[in-house]
């Protein structure tokens, strides 16, 4: 699979916990992504989940759903992610 960049469109929460919105591009493919970020005690955890749709569709172009939410989760957790302006990393994590 080609490499996942993502996006995020908006953070509500804190560093203990965060609902993100975003999107995330796979081969110039747009998908919409819901996620809850959980910090602190234990480390870190995001749980990542795509619309039934949008699982439909990665299937249909022939990728697998655990690898693409994996991929997806790896990157939030490691900050490798795109933010706009008026969001900072320090606002939802350590």
Not at 9 to 35: L, P, T, W, Y
Not at 38 to 64: A, C, D, M, P, Q
């Amino acid at each position: 699979m080609k490499d996942i960049t993502v996006h995020i469109n908006s953070v509500h929460g804190s560093q203990m916990a965060a609902k993100i919105n975003g999107v995330f591009f796979i081969d110039e493919n747009k998908f919409r992504f819901h996620a809850i970020a959980f910090g602190r005690i234990g480390g870190h955890n995001i749980g990542v989940k795509i619309s039934e749709h949008t699982e439909s569709v990665l299937i249909k172009l022939g990728y697998n759903i655990a690898e693409v939410i994996e991929k997806l989760q790896r990157k939030l957790i490691e900050g490798k992610i795109n933010l706009p302006k008026n969001i900072r990393k320090e606002f939802f994590a350590d």
